[in-house]
C-alpha cells in the first residue's frame, strides 16, 4: 500500500472549516483513499473514502486532486466534538484484488478551539 | 443497530493467566478484523477474517495470541499465557464488502 504523510497536528476555530492535508504521491491507479479518525479513549471512526472523484457525506467532503497524489478532507463546520486525530490510508480496494488491511499512520491531531 | 460490541470493555489479569476477548460485528457485515492499539506502536491490525475464514495474520505477534470466527456474529481473540507487554486497548471492527471498518468501542487490557 501506497503511504501518507500528513501533517502532525492543526489547529481550528469553532464553527469554521477545517481542510486536512494529505499527500499520497506514490498512490497506484487502483488504489483508494481513506479517511478515520479517533477521538480520546474511542475506537477510529470511518469518514469517507474515495478514488478519483470528489465524495461528499454527511460527516465531510473529500476533494482529490486530478493527479491523485494528494487530497483534502473537510469538515465545512468544525465543532468542539470533531477534536480527534485524523488518519488518512490508501489501499487498493478489494473488488480490485486487494487487502482489507488497513496500515494507520500516526495521522494529524486536529484540535478544534472555542 | 447497536454497532460492533465488544467485551469486557476493560480486563485486569496477571501475567501468565488466559485473557479471552470477544466481538460480534455488525450483522450483515462479512469482514472481521482484530487491531490493538499502545502509545508506542500506534494501531496495529492482528488478523482479519471474511466469510468467517482467516485470512491475515501476519500481525499476530507469535503463537499465545489465536483468533477464532466459529459464526458470522462472533469472534475471539485468545491471549495464552499472557504477559505485562500485551498490554493495550484491542479493537474489533467490522466492514460490509469493499466498504469502510466499523470499530468497536475496545477492550482495555492490563497485564500485571
Known amino acids: 500500500d501506497a503511504k501518507t504523510t500528513q501533517p502532525p497536528s492543526m489547529d481550528c476555530a469553532e464553527g469554521r472549516a477545517a481542510n486536512l492535508p494529505c499527500n499520497h504521491s506514490?498512490?497506484?491507479?487502483?488504489?483508494?483513499v481513506y479517511w478515520y479518525r479517533q477521538i480520546h479513549s474511542q475506537g477510529p471512526q470511518y469518514i469517507i473514502h474515495?478514488?478519483?472523484n470528489n465524495e461528499t457525506n454527511e460527516m465531510a467532503s473529500l476533494i482529490i486532486t486530478e493527479d491523485r497524489k494528494s487530497s483534502t478532507l473537510i469538515l465545512p463546520h468544525a465543532t468542539l466534538r470533531d477534536t480527534a486525530v485524523y488518519y488518512c490510508i490508501v489501499r487498493v480496494g478489494r473488488t480490485q484484488g486487494g487487502s482489507e488491511k488497513l496500515v494507520f499512520g500516526k495521522g494529524t491531531k486536529l484540535t478544534v478551539n472555542p | 443497530d447497536a454497532g460492533v460490541i465488544q467485551s469486557p470493555r476493560h480486563e485486569v489479569t496477571e501475567m501468565g493467566q488466559e485473557v479471552t476477548l470477544r466481538c460480534k460485528p455488525i450483522s450483515g457485515h462479512n469482514s472481521l478484523f482484530w487491531y490493538r492499539q499502545t502509545m508506542m506502536r500506534g494501531l496495529e491490525l492482528l488478523i482479519y477474517?471474511?466469510?468467517?475464514?482467516?485470512?491475515?495474520d501476519s500481525g499476530m505477534p507469535e503463537d499465545r495470541f489465536s483468533a477464532k470466527m466459529p459464526n458470522a456474529s462472533f469472534s475471539t481473540l485468545k491471549i495464552q499465557p499472557s504477559e505485562p507487554r500485551d498490554s493495550a486497548v484491542y479493537f474489533c471492527?467490522?466492514?460490509?464488502?469493499?466498504?469502510?471498518?466499523?470499530f468497536g468501542p475496545g477492550t482495555r487490557l492490563t497485564v500485571t
Open positions: 477474517f471474511n466469510n468467517n475464514v482467516p485470512i491475515d
Open positions: 471492527a467490522s466492514s460490509p464488502r469493499g466498504a469502510g471498518q466499523y
Open positions: 474515495g478514488l478519483k
Open positions: 506514490t498512490i497506484s491507479g487502483n488504489e483508494y
